[in-house]
């Protein structure tokens, strides 16, 4: 019975055959490279098209010539400038937000190496301790640092206690603080982060559970704060959520859709690339595909990908 071969099946062929011919040397690096995306399973690139200056609003640069803090948890392989650029051309963002990651604590060379390579579409997130002075968080600004992150889920490196004062020092430059921390933190803490000057932004959804959002609390405390257009949410890092699982994360579905008619100025979207917490890799075109679902109209897709991080990020 003859089979018919489709796009998909014939590049991920090809890509392991230009590989195996490069592992030989038969063809050159660069030609293997380009068959296959980094850090990203699957070889298609993305399906929809994005508006003009849209903005990967949450990945990560790893870089071997960096060291990570001893005993990082999350640090991972050589996640470079250039292996990211072949992820822009797969998804066709071209505004980027490099995050430091957990990996290298309050050292944020890579993050301001990646920007210097990146130039003028990229901005960045740092992480930095207590005693960080006026005139490093100046440095980092003119870099292109436009907030900081506290990743209480992952690494006691900045945590609760320091928010607020932390708020009131970069409130002068124009900042945020971006939040990975559990439910039971966030609504721990819900009456310091309501009363913050500065915007805050929520990582990978606020890690508002999937199976009852509209009913849990956290649910609500962001939607509020949302409302009162004093906060951002990430509809970044989909597997951090959901419970189905790849390829379609279709339990996610409903509940980014909420936010974007919730809160259409205030949404943000981030490919979490290179997927440090993930073993298997996503396939990032398919992220794509499935946010520009998520919007439902051009115009709710321009505000997620345009609008809301030239505003929030200073493009």
């Known amino acids: 019975m003859k089979t018919t071969q489709t796009r998909r099946d014939f590049l991920f062929q090809s890509g392991a055959v230009l590989?195996?011919?490069?592992?030989?040397?038969?063809?050159?690096?660069?030609?293997?490279?380009?068959?296959?995306?980094?850090?990203?399973?699957?070889?298609?690139?993305?399906?929809?098209?994005?508006?003009?200056?849209?903005?990967?609003?949450?990945?990560?640069?790893?870089?071997?010539?960096?060291?990570?803090?001893?005993?990082?948890?999350?640090?991972?392989?050589?996640?470079?400038?250039?292996?990211?650029?072949?992820?822009?051309?797969?998804?066709?963002?071209?505004?980027?937000?490099?995050?430091?990651?957990?990996?290298y604590g309050t050292d944020n060379s890579c993050t301001l190496d990646a920007l210097a390579q990146l130039g003028a579409?990229?901005?960045?997130?740092?992480?930095?301790?207590?005693?960080?002075?006026?005139?490093?968080?100046?440095?980092?600004d003119q870099a292109g640092i436009k907030?900081?992150?506290?990743?209480?889920?992952i690494t006691s490196v900045m945590t609760p206690d320091m928010i607020e004062p932390m708020a009131r020092r970069i409130a002068p430059l124009g900042w945020h603080l971006q939040l990975n921390m559990s439910n039971d933190d966030l609504l721990a803490h819900r009456d310091m982060l309501s009363r913050l000057p500065v915007p805050i932004v929520f990582d990978h959804f606020a890690k508002i559970p999937v199976q009852d959002s509209a009913s849990h609390p956290v649910f609500k405390f962001v939607t509020e704060l949302l409302a009162e257009k004093?906060?951002?949410?990430?509809?970044?890092?989909?597997?951090?959520?959901?419970?189905?699982?790849?390829?379609?994360?279709?339990?996610?579905?409903?509940?980014?859709?909420?936010?974007?008619?919730?809160?259409?100025?205030?949404?943000?979207?981030?490919?979490?690339?290179?997927?440090?917490?993930?073993?298997?890799?996503?396939?990032?075109?398919?992220?794509v595909d499935m946010m520009v679902h998520w919007a439902g109209s051009r115009e709710k897709l321009q505000a997620l990908l345009v609008d809301n991080p030239a505003r929030l990020y200073h493009f």
């Open 121 to 140: 579409d990229a901005r960045g997130v740092a992480v930095v301790a207590k005693d960080v002075s006026d005139g490093e968080l100046a440095r980092l």
């Open 147 to 153: 907030g900081l992150r506290f990743n209480v889920a």
């Open 19 to 103: 590989a195996s011919l490069a592992t030989a040397g038969t063809v050159p690096a660069a030609m293997a490279a380009d068959a296959a995306f980094p850090h990203s399973s699957g070889q298609e690139r993305a399906s929809r098209s994005l508006p003009a200056n849209a903005c990967d609003c949450h990945m990560h640069i790893y870089d071997d010539r960096f060291a990570p803090v001893p005993g990082a948890r999350l640090a991972h392989p050589a996640a470079t400038v250039a292996m990211y650029r072949q992820i822009q051309k797969r998804n066709g963002t071209t505004r980027t937000v490099v995050v430091t990651p957990s990996a």
């Open 230 to 287: 004093c906060a951002y949410i990430k509809l970044s890092g989909a597997y951090l959520v959901s419970k189905i699982g790849a390829p379609g994360y279709g339990d996610v579905a409903p509940l980014a859709r909420k936010l974007v008619d919730l809160a259409p100025t205030q949404v943000l979207w981030g490919s979490d690339w290179p997927h440090p917490t993930e073993q298997h890799k996503p396939d990032d075109a398919a992220l």
